[in-house]
């Protein structure tokens, strides 16, 4: 079956760095997505993985070892805005897109 | 770019209703659309793929005579939930993947749907 994996809830501290991981076991691999979700909101689209290696956009980041079916999302100078949910999505060799159940970050002062 | 809307943006009804929810792709043409579900504390889940001009593929588990879903152009995808019931509540996000770009969905706001 298909699979992805990611901790149901994180906590940070304002200013810090925060790493949110996310393995994945799916039948191929097109490419890994990383979506923000805040409570009662549709998720936005933060970054798209194909290829390994890190992708940098401004306080995000995103990492992926296809090998490993690992990825991470690693969000530096944490703002309290930052706390919602991290979803993790992997298109499937179908074209489908796979969710993970996503990541509650909680940013305390 | 990349807009996607949705209307309305919530909706309290009786139950036994039917209630309609647009998806509206407003710069871009979208061959295929995406309606999802999302339970509270829950992350969304797919109900079906709808491509402009046929029938939409649903998931399993997803009832196709209750949930309704027209897509008939390239910039509007309708879900319409007939017979509502108090389960049917739900947040029922949609989202569309443009042409040119053949893997990222754009999502639209959400509807929350209340039935009573």
């Known amino acids: 079956g298909q699979n992805i994996d990611q901790p149901t809830e994180m906590t940070a501290t304002e200013g810090a760095i925060v790493q949110i991981n996310c393995t994945y076991q799916?039948?191929?691999?097109?490419?890994l997505f990383w979506y923000q979700q805040h409570a009662g909101e549709a998720p936005t689209f933060l970054s798209y993985n194909v290829l390994d290696g890190l992708e940098e956009k401004g306080r995000f980041s995103s990492f992926l070892s296809r090998s490993k079916g690992y990825s991470y999302l690693l969000l530096k100078e944490l703002q309290m805005k930052d706390s919602a949910s991290y979803l993790c999505?992997?298109?499937?060799?179908?074209?489908?897109?796979?969710w993970g159940a996503g990541t509650k970050l909680i940013i305390k002062p | 770019g990349a807009v996607v809307s949705q209307h309305p943006s919530w909706v309290i009804c009786k139950s036994g209703t039917s209630v309609k929810i647009e998806c509206r792709s407003l710069?871009?043409?979208?061959?295929?659309m995406f309606w999802y579900r999302q339970f509270p504390k829950q992350s969304l889940m797919l109900m079906a793929t709808?491509?402009?001009?046929?029938?939409?593929?649903?998931e399993q588990g997803v009832e196709k005579d209750k949930f309704l879903i027209n897509h008939a152009s390239l910039t509007l995808s309708t879900l319409t939930v007939t017979s509502a019931h108090p389960e049917d509540s739900s947040f029922y996000i949609c989202?569309?993947?443009?042409?040119?770009?053949?893997?990222?969905?754009?999502f639209g706001p959400g509807t929350r749907l209340t039935v009573l």
């Open positions: 709808s491509n402009e001009g046929s029938k939409a593929t649903y």
């Open positions: 989202s569309a993947r443009d042409m040119g770009t053949e893997y990222e969905q754009f």
């Open positions: 999505a992997v298109i499937d060799s179908n074209y489908q897109l796979i």
């Open positions: 799916t039948s191929g691999f097109n490419g």
């Open positions: 710069d871009f043409q979208a061959t295929t």
